[in-house]
Nanobody, 123 residues
Framework: QVHLVESGGGLVQAGGSLTLSCAVSGSIFSINAMGWYRQAPEKQRELVAVITNGGSTNYADSVKGRFTISRDNAKNTVTLQMNSLKPEDTAVYYC?????????????????WGQGTQATVSS
């Protein structure tokens, strides 16, 4: 089994910062891409940022220049630093990890999700 545990959400005023962290544990052979998604009320879940195991990153246009994604491959963690927050950034943030696991002679890759953490930005 694989578990993702997020932390770091909360309430902040517009212009402020929050740091979200996600730790991956369990039966892991390796982790490919790791990412952060968010879902605001009555909206679909959307990609915020993604980082490959080689460190390449991609961001949603709405967060470019304000958010930074990073990962620690030795600790199996991914972090999202969110600066210059806006009320429209308010959402539940979910981390994801594309985990390769090998229960026997064969290996598989599946995407796992965290439980979500609420980030609220007041105006």
């Amino acid at each position: 089994q694989v578990h993702l545990v997020e932390s770091g959400g909360g309430l902040v005023q517009a212009g402020g910062s929050l740091t979200l962290s996600c730790a991956v544990s369990g039966s892991i052979f390796s982790i490919n891409a790791m990412g952060w998604y968010r879902q605001a009320p009555e909206k679909q879940r959307e990609l915020v940022a993604v980082i490959t195991n080689g460190g390449s990153t991609n961001y949603a246009d709405s967060v470019k220049g304000r958010f930074t994604i990073s990962r620690d491959n030795a600790k199996n963690t991914v972090t999202l630093q969110m600066n210059s927050l806006k009320p429209e950034d308010t959402a539940v943030y979910y981390c994801s990890a594309d985990v390769k696991y090998c229960p026997g002679s064969r290996c598989y890759t599946s995407r796992y999700w965290g439980q979500g953490t609420q980030a609220t930005v007041s105006s």
